[in-house]
């Protein structure tokens, strides 16, 4: 890309010094004869419109007046590959400039909107600039401050009398910017291909201002003040500017009279947009429902924005399984800012820093985010670290006493059974006792179990005592009973206190404590299930919820109020709003629970969609439980023997044993709700609050800035494939090396700039300005000598030459775009807002300032129509013709402005060609006065 912007400029530059050249020495033989009957110098200069005065910054090269041929060339060539070498550093100090500016635009805020479908306030996170109007103020100014900013010193430079150099550059590069640098975008878009302008009302409304702007200043010029400027003029197209940012907003949001019009068409001004080809496969597709046309558009654009990257780490965990969920949301994020449209500053910026050799912004954008993962990941496993360290048990010295485990639970038939108290930590060698005593909870001392109360003896380095409790059975149908006991008065066998030792806290103070405590817990639970019943089963709750990524989800269904016997019980699993097969997987089946046996699992497999809201429901059913007779011992009567009977053959001991027969309890039938996962929804939301974030790498320090000047990057091929990065690194080439060194000098003086990690890029954003004036300031200079030199007028080398190349980055940036992305927004959309803010900014403050300043001394500001008019007539012209071709491709025979059957784009692009050649040929002969058109 860079090679090519070289070429164009060295042909170019070739071409017009010969032109200028043989051109000077015919003008000096005509003038010869001319001299006599001329007034004065001062009109010579005026009618010829060549500039031969000291420059504002650089003074004329002295000796003008008698220059041979070889002379004039030598000079010209000097100075024209000066100028190039300054177009250089103006699109260096741009892209710092661009950086700025994209910084300042990717700053969010947070908004509460209230969503149509739930009624409910929600909060998301916004651009702080609506996207139309950076791009009409900030990202226009930035792609177009060398042409205002030139058009504004020039006027200054001047002494507040007009000038050629500053609106020929306007308009020259007005009519570049629509005719070649569209021209070559409908051209580069592989064949069939098509790319269509997205914001259509905004376009409609930035090209309308476009032409008005050019038809505005030849009326000021030729209609309401012929050849003069007076204030209210200057201030009247200075104050268009905010009319066209106000009027695109009001297009862009549908206020006003927009609402009433065509709903189908919906503009979406989100950063991601979402691809319109079918690359993604249909199982990692989300199913949304379609939003509300009265949604707001700040909602509607987040929704977009989070369905884009939803979709996105659904297709990538489908493809790679295991991808850890850091690096998920890494290739997400890489995946989806790369194929969103970009703003017009990133390609901009782009094509500048592919020109001088300095790092792709894609590939640091991408090395910027496996950064971020890397440490998220360093992150991750310090703190796993941290938390098994505090889950080791610390030995402080102190020495504990403590029941493991604290809970116990027995069949009321268990007769015997041990609880284990354990001493740990600390110095051991000291013999301790401590009592015990077992303590009424619902089970009583008197009917339940055998009250214990004792002591127990530690001796030196022992770690274990066991305490033996009975429990009392009987035939009495009854709920399950739990009692406690509780182990007190810890002691040295030996009567002396328990020495005092110093112990750092949790919270790192110390203190004096005992060296030998009684640890948590010091009481332990036991509960006696009955056995008497076979037992009521059901769900613990009526209601359960889990999330998707759960996996096999372990239902349980408890056995309560007695565990004697084998009992069957059937199940079944029933839809709700989830559907088996796509949801979960159906179950049915029988549990079979055997003597004492108190709880059973249904497995459910519940299907993982990623999904990121998602609230479902299914059922889960047991049937009535069966006894199932097996004559063993201990695990109750057969009740089949028992139904056989009549009641009046029933014994009063079988009639109590009936009582005993399994049923069901309270919760048979469960709704299992199944959520998203909060995993991979958390993973979304931590997504979207860098969704808007600049793709654009700014500086954080001076450091970063002067090691990136100092370093060598290789070019990279436009066709480099999707798996590139993967690729081996490309090193420099020579071509490299030298555009290296050529631009380092520029590179390290605007490594003066503050970094944009500063004041969030407000400092960038204004020494940037400042740099580009100063260069502006030697290119108008430069410019004005070239001419002199050559016998160039300023009109001329305005439209072809400086416009030229302070509208190549543009050029290459537009085509990037035009490749790169699925709309038409950032390579079309952008050039009619840019030309539309050129007259109004560029014009607007200077002939501002000058009218101002010369109706304070009583005086007219003249300007005299000349060339201009001409120039602007022609331009308005063709430019009406150019977006009526560009509304008649979006034609269904075509499909968009940009791309098409190659037949038509090949003859729309020549089309647009021409009428760029036309317009600067035409413009060159009038200002020679080849043609005399008479306006």
């Given at each position: 890309m860079a090679a090519y912007a070289r070429n164009l400029f060295a042909w170019m530059l070739f071409g017009i010094l010969l032109a200028g050249a043989f051109a000077s020495e015919e003008?000096?033989?005509?003038?010869?004869?001319?001299?006599?009957?001329?007034?004065?110098?001062?009109?010579?200069?005026?009618?010829?419109?060549?500039?031969?005065?000291?420059?504002?910054?650089?003074?004329?090269?002295?000796?003008?007046?008698?220059?041979?041929?070889?002379?004039?060339?030598?000079?010209?060539?000097?100075y024209g590959v000066l100028m190039l070498y300054l177009f250089i550093g103006v699109a260096i100090v741009s892209d710092k400039f661009m950086e700025s500016i994209e910084t300042i635009t990717a700053q969010e805020k947070e908004v509460e909107v209230k969503d149509p479908r739930t009624g409910k306030t929600q909060v998301i996170i916004v651009k702080v600039w609506n996207e139309t109007v950076a791009n009409l103020t900030l990202m226009a100014l930035g792609s177009s401050a060398p042409e205002i900013m030139l058009s504004v010193i020039e006027i200054w430079a001047k002494g507040f009398h007009a000038g050629d150099l500053g609106p020929g550059t306007i308009v020259g590069s007005a009519a570049f910017n629509l005719f070649m640098i569209i021209g070559l975008c409908m051209y580069v878009i592989p064949d069939d291909e098509v790319r269509k302008i997205k914001h259509l009302r905004v376009f409609i409304i930035t090209a309308t201002w476009s032409v008005f702007a050019y038809v505005w200043l030849y009326m000021i010029l030729g209609f309401i003040s012929y050849g003069k400027v007076e204030s209210w003029e200057g201030i009247v197209t200075f104050l268009f500017f905010p009319a066209t940012v106000y009027t695109a907003f009001v297009a862009d949001r549908r206020m006003f009279f927009y609402k009433y019009l065509d709903k189908k068409y919906r503009a979406q001004r989100g950063v991601i947009v979402q691809s319109e080809k079918a690359d993604v496969e249909n199982r990692a597709e989300e199913k949304f429902k379609d939003f509300d046309e009265d949604m707001d558009p700040a909602l509607a654009e987040f929704e977009k924005n989070r369905r884009e990257y939803i979709n996105s780490m659904k297709r990538i965990r489908l493809?790679?399984?295991?991808?850890?969920?850091?690096?998920?949301?890494?290739?997400?994020?890489?995946?989806?800012?790369?194929?969103?449209?970009?703003?017009?500053?990133y390609y901009r910026a782009q094509a500048t820093r592919k020109m001088a050799g300095k790092e792709d912004a894609k590939k640091a954008f991408s090395r910027n985010l496996h950064a971020e993962a890397e440490a998220e990941k360093a992150a991750l496993s310090a703190e796993e670290a941290a938390e098994i360290a505090a889950l080791e048990k610390k030995d402080d010295g102190v020495c504990r006493l403590m029941f493991d485990p604290p809970h116990y639970t027995v069949m009321e038939s268990v007769g015997t059974f041990e609880v284990t108290i354990i001493r740990e930590g600390g110095d051991m060698s000291t013999t301790v006792q401590v009592d015990y005593k077992t303590e009424d909870g619902t089970a009583s001392h008197e009917g339940d179990y055998i009250e214990a109360i004792g002591t127990l003896t530690f001796g030196p380095g022992e770690t274990q005592k066991m305490v033996t409790l009975e429990v009392l059975d009987d035939d009495v149908f009854e709920e399950d009973e739990h009692f406690y006991i509780r182990i007190s008065n810890l002691r040295r066998k030996d009567g002396k206190p328990m020495k005092e030792i110093?112990?750092?806290?949790?919270?790192?103070?110390?203190?004096?404590?005992?060296?030998?405590?009684?640890?948590?817990?010091?009481?332990?639970?036991?509960?006696?299930?009955?056995?008497?019943?076979?037992?009521?089963?059901?769900?613990?709750?009526?209601?359960?919820?889990?999330?998707?990524?759960?996996?096999?989800?372990?239902?349980?269904?408890?056995?309560?109020?007695?565990?004697?016997?084998?009992?069957?019980?059937?199940?079944?699993?029933?839809?709700?709003?989830?559907?088996?097969?796509?949801?979960?997987?159906?179950?049915?089946?029988?549990?079979?629970?055997?003597?004492?046996?108190?709880?059973?699992?249904?497995?459910?497999?519940?299907?993982?969609?990623?999904?990121?809201?998602?609230?479902?429901?299914?059922?889960?059913?047991?049937?009535?439980?069966?006894?199932?007779?097996?004559?063993?011992?201990?695990?109750?009567?057969?009740?089949?023997?028992?139904?056989?009977?009549?009641?009046?053959?029933?014994?009063?001991?079988?009639?109590?044993?009936?009582?005993?027969?399994?049923?069901?309890?309270?919760?048979?039938?469960?709704?299992?709700?199944?959520?998203?996962?909060?995993?991979?929804?958390?993973?979304?939301?931590?997504?979207?609050q860098k969704a808007n974030n600049s793709m654009m790498v700014g500086t954080s320090s001076w450091l970063d800035q002067f090691s990136d000047a100092f370093t060598v990057q290789a070019e990279d091929d436009d066709e480099e494939g999707e798996d590139g990065e993967d690729a081996e690194e490309k090193m420099p080439s020579c071509g490299d090396y030298v555009m290296h060194f050529l631009t380092l000098p520029w590179k390290?003086?605007?490594?003066?700039?503050?970094?944009?990690?500063?004041?969030?890029?407000?400092?960038?954003?204004?020494?940037?300005?400042?740099?580009?004036?100063?260069?502006?300031?030697?290119?108008?200079?430069?410019?004005?000598?070239?001419?002199?030199?050559?016998?160039?007028?300023?009109?001329?080398?305005?439209?072809?030459?400086?416009?030229?190349?302070?509208?190549?980055?543009?050029?290459?940036?537009?085509?990037?775009?035009?490749?790169?992305?699925?709309?038409?927004?950032?390579?079309?959309?952008?050039?009619?807002?840019?030309?539309?803010?050129?007259?109004?900014?560029?014009?607007?403050?200077?002939?501002?300032?000058?009218?101002?300043?010369?109706?304070?001394?009583?005086?007219?500001?003249?300007?005299?129509?000349?060339?201009?008019?001409?120039?602007?007539?022609?331009?308005?012209?063709?430019?009406?013709?150019?977006?009526?071709?560009?509304?008649?491709?979006?034609?269904?025979?075509?499909?968009?402005?940009?791309?098409?059957?190659?037949?038509?784009?090949?003859?729309?692009?020549?089309?647009?060609?021409?009428?760029?050649?036309?317009?600067?040929?035409?413009?060159?002969?009038?200002?020679?006065?080849?043609?005399?058109?008479?306006?």
């Open positions: 003008a000096e033989s005509g003038e010869e004869g001319d001299e006599d009957g001329e007034a004065g110098g001062h009109a010579e200069e005026e009618s010829t419109g060549i500039n031969c005065e000291d420059g504002l910054i650089i003074p004329l090269w002295p000796g003008t007046d008698e220059m041979s041929m070889g002379d004039r060339f030598g000079r010209g060539l000097l493809e790679n399984p295991d991808i850890s969920l850091i690096d998920l949301e890494t290739k997400a994020r890489e995946e989806v800012m790369a194929k969103g449209p970009k703003s017009r500053a110093e112990v750092e806290g949790e919270d790192g103070k110390k203190t004096m404590q005992a060296n030998c405590q009684l640890g948590t817990p010091h009481m332990a639970t036991i509960m006696i299930l009955d056995d008497d019943h076979s037992g009521i089963f059901g769900f613990e709750d009526s209601e359960a919820e889990i999330v998707e990524s759960v996996g096999t989800y372990e239902l349980k269904v408890q056995r309560i109020s007695g565990a004697r016997g084998k009992v069957a019980i059937p199940y079944s699993t029933e839809d709700g709003t989830a559907k088996e097969g796509q949801h979960y997987e159906a179950q049915e089946g029988e549990l079979s629970y055997e003597n004492e046996e108190t709880e059973k699992f249904i497995s459910i497999a519940i299907t993982d969609e990623e999904s990121y809201e998602k609230s479902l429901i299914m059922y889960v059913s047991i049937g009535e439980p069966r006894h199932i007779a097996e004559g063993k011992d201990g695990e109750g009567v057969d009740y089949s023997e028992l139904d056989a009977k009549t009641p009046e053959e029933l014994t009063e001991e079988e009639k109590i044993a009936l009582l005993g027969r399994p049923c069901l309890g309270t919760n048979t039938r469960i709704q299992i709700r199944i959520k998203e996962s909060k995993e991979f929804k958390n993973s979304v939301d931590k997504m979207m390290l003086i605007f490594a003066l700039i503050p970094p944009t990690a500063i004041y969030n890029g407000y400092p960038t954003f204004v020494l940037a300005i400042v740099f580009i004036g100063l260069c502006t300031a030697v290119i108008g200079d430069v410019a004005g000598h070239l001419g002199c030199f050559i016998n160039l007028k300023d009109c001329v080398n305005a439209i072809a030459f400086v416009a030229l190349g302070t509208s190549v980055p543009d050029t290459f940036a537009s085509k990037t775009a035009a490749i790169e992305d699925e709309t038409a927004d950032a390579s079309v959309g952008n050039v009619t807002g840019s030309n539309a803010v050129n007259v109004f900014l560029g014009i607007g403050i200077a002939w501002t300032m000058a009218a101002v300043y010369w109706e304070a001394q009583g005086k007219e500001f003249i300007v005299p129509v000349g060339s201009l008019g001409f120039s602007v007539t022609i331009f308005c012209i063709e430019a009406v013709l150019a977006i009526l071709i560009l509304f008649i491709r979006r034609n269904p025979a075509v499909g968009g402005e940009l791309g098409g059957p190659k037949l038509f784009k090949t003859i729309s692009a020549a089309i647009f060609v021409f009428f760029w050649v036309f317009y600067v040929a035409i413009s060159a002969l009038e200002a020679y006065d080849v043609i005399q058109p008479g306006f």
